[in-house]
Every structure is written in C-alpha cells, then in structure tokens.
C-alpha cells in the first residue's frame, strides 16, 4: 500500500496511475486448495458478508474498473476486495 502511494506520487508527471488491489480468498483452483487444507480459511470465508469466496470474474470486474479512464482520479490507494472478510470478524456473533 505504502509503495503504490509512493509509485502514484513518482509516476503521475508521467500520466500513470498506480493502485493496488488487495484479494481475499478468490475461487480458483489455488484457492479452493487453500480453503480446503486450512482451518483459518473457514473462519475467514465465514467473516465474509456473503460467508463465501470471492471469484475471478468479480476480481477482473474490480480491476477492469480500475483501469477504466472514467476513474481517472483513484490513484496511490489500496483497494481491499475480501467481501469484508477483514472487518466482518468485529462483526461476527453479533
């Protein structure tokens, strides 16, 4: 996060852009693997608003709005794309 803000701040003179994206777990071969061999995972995909794993077309739709020149003011931040998964644990049992 740090280094995309710094990188936005270096590379705007030149009309680049940089945000970084941040996933959760994504519904992939790799992370369906993931999900399976660790306990924390459970609890993780639970913490998530929808108590599910993200997927690849929502994190291609994240980037692709990203990209879009019509968002040409979203630079040097992070953007968190985890279905709350890292807030949703203050949440949970209440």
């Not at 777990?25 to 794993?53: F, N, P, Q, V």
Request: charged content about 25%; some cysteine.
């Amino acid at each position: 996060m740090w280094y995309a803000a710094k990188c936005a701040h270096e590379y705007a003179k030149k009309g680049i852009r940089v945000v970084s994206v941040s996933p959760g777990l994504i519904e992939t071969d790799m992370g369906t693997r993931e999900a399976e061999a660790w306990d924390y995972t459970k609890d993780m995909i639970e913490s998530t608003c929808e108590h599910r794993m993200g997927t690849a077309a929502e994190m291609g739709f994240t980037i692709a709005m990203i990209a879009d020149e019509r968002n040409g003011y979203l630079s040097g931040v992070d953007i968190l794309v985890d279905g709350g998964a890292s807030i949703g644990k203050q949440f949970k049992n209440k």
